[in-house]
Each structure stands twice: as structure tokens, then as C-alpha cells.
């Protein structure tokens, strides 16, 4: 049988197998010198604008959702209502709603994001209360892997901590600031 991928041992290192050979930028070769540079803006692009693509993204999310639950058009009013039945509904979806948005205007203008974070991370635990106040509206028959679909709308909001925690982590500055 013949091999898939042909591999030689390098004279440099015996125990290093050669699958595919390094590709030189300096390489004279036209397209590939094209290439590179093109890779090298890509990366250079995505580097600059990724992560406040991804908080004006966020923020966005976070204000829109925010909004519909000030003018009373929340899918999730329902939801919250028989998650949170202790609660006056009507003023929580409105303090809720104040909350998103104050979250959407912190991210999308880049102020104050510690204490906007602060308020995301709580919001979302928050979210994740209501799955352990009443497990029957997120699964079906109590089985975790089996999601309603109110789960599957709770359970997206790791996506959603996890972009607050790539944000946080870029654009974030440390408080006592001594070594800069």
C-alpha cells in the first residue's frame, strides 16, 4: 500500500518528520510574494478591528434587546414572567430592559467598560439563575443535554460571556498601572 503523505527525516533533526516545507516570504516567486503581503494586511486588519467589531456587535445585541423590553415587544416577557413569578414583572422586564441597554451604550461607546462588564457578567448570571430556579422550562425531561427551546436561547449566552470575556481581556487596561 502506498503512503498518503511522503515524509523524510531532516538532516538537522533525525526525530523531526518534514510534512510540508516552510514557505520563505522573500521568495521571489511573484504570487507568491502577493500572497504573503495579502495574508500579512489580512492579519493586520483583523488584528486592529476584531475585537471592537465584536463589542460594538455585543453592545448592539445588548441595547436591541434592551429596547424591546422598554416598548413591551420581548419574546422573553413570558419567560421571565414564569421564571421569575416572585418578581413584579412588569417593573423587572423594565429594570432588565434599562440594564441591556445601559450594557449596549457601554460597549458600543467604549465608557466606563469594567463597571459595564461588571454589569453584563451579573445580568448573565442572572440568566443562568432562572435554569436552576426552574430546570423543567430549559430541558426536556430533566435531561441536560436535551434543550427546550427557552434552553437553547439561556445557553447561548455563553457565547455571550465568552465575547465579554475576549473583550475584557483586550481592552481592558490594569487598575494600578506601575509597570507602564
Not at 475585537?51 to 415587544?73: C, D, E, H
Not at 442572572?126 to 426552574?134: E, H, I, K, Q, R
Request: proline residues 6%; positive net charge; charged residues 15%.
Amino acid at each position: 500500500m502506498k503512503p498518503l503523505l511522503k515524509t523524510r527525516l531532516t538532516p538537522v533533526n533525525p526525530t523531526v518528520i518534514t510534512i510540508r516545507p516552510r514557505l520563505d516570504s522573500r521568495a521571489n516567486n511573484s504570487f507568491l510574494s502577493f500572497a504573503f503581503r495579502l495574508d500579512e494586511l489580512l492579519l493586520d486588519s483583523l488584528r486592529r478591528w476584531s475585537i471592537p467589531a465584536l463589542r460594538l456587535a455585543l453592545g448592539s445585541v445588548f441595547f436591541w434587546f434592551g429596547a424591546l423590553k422598554i416598548v413591551g415587544g420581548s419574546p422573553v416577557t413570558s419567560l421571565i414572567q414564569e421564571t421569575y413569578s416572585f418578581l413584579p414583572v412588569t417593573t423587572f422586564v423594565m429594570i432588565l430592559g434599562v440594564w441591556e441597554m445601559l450594557v449596549g451604550i457601554g460597549m458600543i461607546l467604549k465608557r466606563a467598560l469594567r463597571a459595564v462588564l461588571l454589569l453584563l457578567a451579573i445580568h448573565l448570571v442572572g440568566t443562568f439563575t432562572a435554569v436552576w430556579l426552574n430546570p423543567h422550562i430549559f430541558f426536556l425531561q430533566g435531561i441536560p443535554f436535551c434543550l427546550t427551546g427557552d434552553g437553547e436561547f439561556v445557553m447561548k449566552n455563553l457565547v455571550l460571556i465568552t465575547a465579554a470575556l475576549v473583550i475584557g481581556g483586550h481592552e481592558l487596561k490594569p487598575l494600578n498601572n506601575r509597570h507602564g
